[in-house]
């Protein structure tokens, strides 16, 4: 595997079930990300972790919870979702600089495409 | 309120001429614009940078241009080739941990 992967590239989920999203990064990366992309909106990021730490969480409902267990490695639990969080779901990665700064640059997955039933 | 915006949701343009995709800001503390490509059923992939302080990037046949004043970005693409017919996303970095996207431009390359 090569780049960074996402399973499963494609789920349905009732609004009662609880499922995850997985990503893998190939690239020797240290800080992931979760973007949402919705129809005709821009992506919005919603967690970025630095170094398995969590550096930002962009005000995602807590229905949304994500899990960097190490650096090659990101979940997006889900439970209790809403038709609206229907959308694709984006996992990317990026190299941190040794001042702490991530790479601007970042490799993105092929997405799962989600949807809440 | 959307800080990065690409009003043209869609293009069109003839194999061999110049595809020009634009690109508004609003927050002047942006110091890095992007440029992603995306293939249907594939991730964004990076193109093309520059710096605030610089106000053209080339690479091959991609050249980026920046109004710092105008807060205005360009992507330029010449010639078009059909290979190149994508979604194109212009981002910003507002600080070093996140990039604000925009909501992106077809382009479209036919023969």
């Known amino acids: 595997e090569t780049g960074v992967t996402q399973t499963p590239r494609h789920l349905v989920m009732g609004m009662t079930n609880k499922k995850s999203l997985k990503c893998e990064q190939h690239?020797?990366?240290?800080?992931m990300y979760w973007y949402k992309q919705s129809a005709k909106k821009p992506l919005e990021l919603m967690f970025v972790y630095s170094l398995e730490e969590r550096v930002e969480n962009n005000s995602v409902p807590s229905r949304f919870s994500p899990e960097c267990p190490n650096s090659s490695h990101l979940f997006l639990h889900l439970h209790t979702l809403q038709p609206e969080d229907s959308a694709l779901y984006l996992c990317?990665?990026?190299?941190?600089?040794?001042?702490?700064?991530?790479?601007?640059?970042?490799?993105f997955g092929p997405g799962t495409r989600l949807t809440v039933t | 309120d959307q800080q990065v915006k690409q009003n043209s949701p869609s293009l069109s343009v003839q194999e061999g001429r110049i595809s020009i995709l634009n690109c508004d800001y609003t927050?002047?503390?942006?110091?890095?614009f992007l440029w992603y490509k995306k293939y249907p059923a594939e991730g964004p992939t990076f193109l093309i940078s520059i710096s605030s302080i610089k106000d053209k990037n080339e690479d091959g046949r991609f050249t980026v241009f920046l109004n710092k004043s105008a807060k205005h970005l360009s992507l330029h693409i010449v010639p078009s080739q059909p290979g190149d017919s994508a979604v194109y996303f212009c981002a910003a970095r507002a600080d070093t941990d996140k990039l604000i996207f925009g909501t992106g431009t077809r382009l479209q390359v036919f023969p």
């Open positions: 990317a990665s990026s190299q941190v600089w040794d001042s702490g700064d991530l790479s601007f640059e970042q490799y």
């Open positions: 927050n002047s503390m942006f110091d890095y």
């Open positions: 690239l020797g990366h240290n800080a």
